[in-house]
């Protein structure tokens, strides 16, 4: 059972909350690319952590480090840096999460809301699961946050 609870805390439990909570996730986005040496050190702090439970047998650990396997293999598939030429800018997108056809993109282009200056910015569109693309299909739609 302590796998399969490792498993959902680094897959499900994530995207749960980033739907629940898309404003705090986006903040909270926002704030790691803002600090890199502190988010670096709390990843290797918590990783460090969960290794040392694994070593020790914790299934929910143990659960973890596979979630974050299959983790790193879809992302593989599905993060993509982009270059806006149209806007000046580029970005980092992350498609088909958590149902196909979303986006969340880290962005750093022109944007009318700030009067065309270059900015940093999330852009979120979560689609509706199993309807198709196109009008009353955004479960949510944030564009150029925090502008």
């Known amino acids: ?21 898309p404003i ?20 290797v702090a918590g990783a460090k952590d969960t290794l040392s439970k694994v070593a020790q047998g914790d299934g929910r650990a143990i659960g973890q480090v596979v979630g ?11 993060i993509r840096p982009r ?5 000046g800018g580029g970005g980092v997108n992350i498609m ?5 056809g979303s986006r969340i993109g880290l962005d750093v282009h022109g944007i ?6 270059v900015r940093p ?11 198709p693309s196109g009008p009353g299909s955004n479960l949510v739609n944030i564009k150029h946050w925090p502008w």
């Open 121 to 131: 910015h999330i852009d979120i569109t979560i689609k509706k699961p199993g309807v």
């Open 112 to 117: 009318p809301e700030a009067g065309g200056g």
């Open 24 to 43: 705090d996730t986006a903040a909270g986005i926002a704030h790691s690319v803002a600090h890199p040496v502190e988010t670096a050190q709390n990843v």
């Open 68 to 78: 974050v396997a299959a983790t790193v293999a879809y992302a593989a598939e599905n």
């Open 96 to 100: 088909n999460t958590p149902t196909t």
């Open 83 to 87: 270059l806006y030429e149209n806007a």
């Open 1 to 21: 059972m302590g796998e399969l609870k490792g498993v959902a805390d680094v897959t499900v439990t994530p995207v749960v909350q980033a739907v629940e909570h």
